[in-house]
């Protein structure tokens, strides 16, 4: 029994040894065979064909014609195999990979229509439509990518943009704050040492009213100032009858405040097209961070000026460009007090703009205005509706802010420097060792002849 299975092994193994090699070669021989959906083609044999099939007939649909000849034509998108057999070489069929996807003829077309010559590659993947190859500027591929789009809205897009465009973006901002403020307030006391009155102002720099020191001043005329960091006109008047003696002090505390700041800042920032490219003029602020267990981190916050750029290169020296501009300041008075820890609040103005300009010209964004106005007003009930008389008896304030930015910006197209273009570093040919003949007797800083005039302006940026 055993020698039966041993010979029954060595049986089946040259049956298998001799199928083999037709089986491999029927595998390597698979080629790959495409056409469109409600197409055909007409396949062309170097010899004659005995018969074909096809393993999905839904794929495609396969008619024998003449002796070496069938037609394949395109039933609906998908894969499938396709089989051939030869006549004299029944036992060795050749294999083919049959590949149905949609008529993308329309849409070669309509390419090689805008872009001519060179045309990127149009094929397609499975289900997808994909694009791939280079084109000579943004505004081409976003036309080529428009049309693919119709087609097929999720289309694979593989295409580049020719060359290394860089944008130097020039930026001018000026910001100017300007306040003024008016006010007004009036204090005064009459009597002698045993009786008297008087009014102060709800913000004067002395308020406690009960206290000898203020008695002794109604004797002397003193009485304390009306409002902090103003001026004050000063009156004094006794009065005696020769049995009593009575005295009037008076502090009128009046100001008018103007103050102007201005900031100007000229940055230069070089961007890749497609490339975002920041600005920030101001600082950073910790915040503290409440986190698990107890524990309070640091986070820094950003304030003053922002700019964020986000430029692209089109055709004909056109750049695209996404603008964001953030100003921001730290807010104080809204603040918030946690465990002890002052937490500021943050004054914000933010724009985003879309627009297009060519290479070299200039866009200004003003309108970021900002304008406030602050009044107080404190009376006593009654006097202080006294007109002309109720200004003893008042505290006026008015308060006003306003704060102007504008900002301009150039992008321009530009390259690297070759290296006969670029300038001596400042101050590179200059010799600030001088002898003791120039440095005492003439008073120099440096050796004479050593300086030289140089152009400080760009030389080999723009194009």
Do not use: C
Not at 61 to 84: A, H, I, N, P, Y
Not at 415 to 433: F, I, L, Q, Y
């Amino acid at each position: 029994m055993k020698l039966f299975v041993q010979k029954l092994m060595i049986l089946l193994a040259s049956v298998a040894l001799a199928l083999a090699p037709g089986d491999v070669r029927a595998q390597t021989q698979a080629e790959w065979l495409d056409v469109e959906v409600g197409q055909s083609f007409i396949f062309q044999g170097k010899r004659s064909i005995a018969r074909i099939l096809v393993s999905d007939d839904l794929v495609a649909q396969l008619k024998l014609l003449e002796e070496g000849q069938f037609q394949v034509r395109g039933l609906s998108v998908g894969s499938t195999d396709l089989w051939v057999w030869y006549r004299g070489d029944t036992d060795n069929p050749v294999r083919y990979e049959l590949t149905v996807h949609r008529d993308l003829s329309d849409l070669v077309r309509r390419i090689d229509q805008v872009v001519g010559t060179d045309a990127p590659l149009v094929y397609p993947l499975l289900e997808r439509i994909v694009v791939e190859g280079p084109v000579a500027d943004v505004e081409t591929l976003e036309q080529i990518a428009g049309m693919a789009s119709v087609y097929d809205e999720e289309f694979v897009n593989l295409m580049t943009v020719q060359g290394d465009h860089q944008i130097q973006i020039e930026v001018l901002f000026a910001e100017v704050n300007r306040s003024a403020m008016r006010e007004m307030g009036l204090n005064f006391l009459f009597g002698n040492s045993d009786l008297g009155g008087g009014v102060w102002q709800p913000n004067s720099i002395f308020t406690n009213l009960v206290s000898s020191s203020n008695i002794d001043n109604i004797n002397n005329g003193l009485v304390p100032d009306a409002a902090a960091g103003t001026f004050n006109l000063l009156g004094n008047v006794n009065f005696n009858n020769g049995t009593t003696e009575r005295s009037l002090g008076a502090i009128l505390a009046v100001l008018e405040q103007s103050n102007i700041s201005k900031v100007l800042a000229r940055p230069t920032l070089v961007a890749l097209s497609g490339q975002q490219a920041e600005f920030l003029a101001g600082g950073e602020l910790p915040i503290p961070v409440a986190q698990n267990g107890n524990r309070i981190t640091i986070e820094f916050k950003e304030y003053g000026v922002k700019l964020v750029f986000v430029p692209t290169v089109l055709g004909s020296e056109v750049v695209d460009m996404r603008v964001y501009v953030e100003v921001s300041d730290i807010d104080t008075s809204n603040g918030l007090s946690l465990t002890g820890i002052e937490i500021p609040a943050f004054v914000a103005r933010k724009s985003q703009s879309h627009l297009r300009i060519e290479s070299g010209m200039t866009f200004a964004m003003a309108g970021m205005l900002y304008d406030s106005v602050q009044s107080n007003h404190a009376r006593i009930p009654i006097l202080g509706d006294i007109p002309i008389l109720g200004a003893a008896f008042r505290y006026v304030q008015h308060d006003r802010s306003e704060t102007e930015l504008m900002i301009f910006v150039t992008p321009r197209l530009v390259r690297p420097m070759a290296p006969d273009e670029v300038p001596a570093p400042p101050g590179s040919s200059e010799d600030n060792n001088p002898n003791d003949f120039e440095l005492f007797l003439l008073g120099l800083d440096h050796r004479v002849g050593s300086r030289s005039e140089q152009s400080t302006g760009p030389i080999g940026l723009v194009r």
